[in-house]
């Protein structure tokens, strides 16, 4: 370790002057108002006892910190001097601290003055058209510097959002020139971070999430239920396996009696031929989806998901929209049928399911209480392929 290495050096200086810029403080302060500059450096300098001690030490010191002065490398900190009495050595004149005198010798020093020129014509224009987002830049002034060459399109693209409040179209028929979909797709947190500043709150349905879709008024791709026609008799054009918004779903009329929904895409694939029945698959807790199908209300439905806390629970939410819904392989018996296929759970759900018969009840509280062991679980496709269709024929005869 240098003999110097306790006072302060002109690397030291510069990293100050460099964390800065790092945090967005030099270019904040152009924004507030703030006099940052003259700065006074954070400056360690020898004691009396150093003096006298390591006065060649010293001498090295002050040496290096004149060479990287100002006055000597063309930019950076000047060096203020203090003159001290010392009964051996006599009077010396020796750093009482160093100080970057302005903003341009700060940014020259550590290479920063085309991005703050940079910096403060975006700004200026950011604010000329949004001045809700001024303060937005005080905090955050090196992201618009990260996403300068696209900024002028950014802007653009905020221009066209307030001007087109909750459009109602899709992200790709925005028409702003530089800009399509790829773009915004790349910039959707930013878009939105700036978003919520610059429309008013009608413009914004705060509850939607970090949909950009939903929380600013635009189409959303619509969701796509997916099922497959069991009767031949049934198929539309003859089409068995269909998928289709859900919205177009609630307006088709199959004429079929029994729907199987279950949450194993293979299930559905797989599953066996029913008069008049379909199976809707792969949707997980996307049941929900199924709200608006109210044909639904007047079928037979049967519901197969895991034999696990999180089965019951997405059969239970499902009954609260279709209290109809029978489970289907979600008993005590096929459970333990398959005992050797047991998996567990991850994070069992522990909450009361209040639409539960007292069969499914009784099974979900022994899973919970992890009676059967810890967390287990039976996911639906590790169930014999024999043992489905006997269910089955079984469910078909009730």
């Known amino acids: 370790m240098s003999a110097t290495a306790d006072w302060t050096t002109p690397a030291d200086a510069r990293a100050e002057v460099q964390r800065l810029w790092e945090r967005g403080r030099i270019l904040a302060a152009e924004i507030d108002g703030e006099a940052l500059f003259p700065h006074a450096l954070r400056f360690r300098r020898p004691d009396g006892r150093a ?42 004149r020796i750093p009482l601290r160093l100080v970057v005198p302005s903003r341009e010798d700060a940014l020259r020093w550590i290479g920063k003055l085309r991005a703050a020129e940079r910096f403060a014509e975006l700004a200026q224009a950011t604010v000329a058209s949004f001045p809700a987002l001024r303060d937005w830049l005080r905090r955050r002034p090196l992201v618009l510097l990260e996403h300068a060459d696209d900024w002028p399109r950014i802007l653009a693209v905020l221009g066209w959002f307030h001007d087109h409040p909750r459009a109602g179209v899709h992200v790709r028929q925005i028409d702003v020139s530089g800009v399509d979909t790829k773009f915004i797709e790349a910039r959707r947190t930013l878009l939105i971070e700036l978003l919520d500043l610059v429309l008013p709150p009608e413009s914004v349905d705060a509850t939607s999430g970090r949909s950009l879709e939903a929380r600013y008024g635009l189409a959303q791709k619509p969701a796509l239920i997916r099922f497959r026609i069991l009767d031949p008799s049934h198929r539309i054009a003859g089409l068995s396996d269909v998928s289709t918004p859900v919205a177009e779903l609630a307006q088709l009329r199959l004429g079929v009696r029994r729907v199987f929904v279950t949450e194993n895409e293979l299930n559905g694939l797989v599953f066996p031929d029913v008069a008049a029945g379909i199976v809707i ?45 029978r489970s289907f392989l979600m008993d005590r018996e096929t459970l333990c049928a398959h005992r050797t296929q047991w998996v567990a759970e991850a994070r069992p759900h522990l909450g009361a399911l209040a639409r539960l018969s007292v069969e499914e009840r009784s099974l979900y509280e022994d899973l919970a209480a992890n009676r059967f062991g810890t967390r287990v679980r039976l996911e639906q496709e590790r169930i014999g392929f024999g043992w489905v269709e006997r269910a089955l024929q079984k469910a078909l005869r009730s």
């Open 281 to 325: 698959f792969g949707l997980g807790y996307g049941v929900e989806l199924l709200r608006e199908v109210t044909w639904l209300d007047d079928v037979e439905i049967h519901y197969w998901g895991d034999i696990d806390t999180h089965g019951f629970a997405m059969l239970d939410r499902f009954r609260a929209r279709f209290p109809q819904t």
């Open 51 to 92: 003096l006298a001690e390591r006065f060649d030490d010293v001498r090295r010191w002050i040496r290096t910190l004149e060479a990287g002065a100002r006055t000597a490398a063309g930019s950076g900190y000047e060096i203020e001097w203090t003159e001290v009495e010392h009964r051996q050595l006599g009077r010396n």
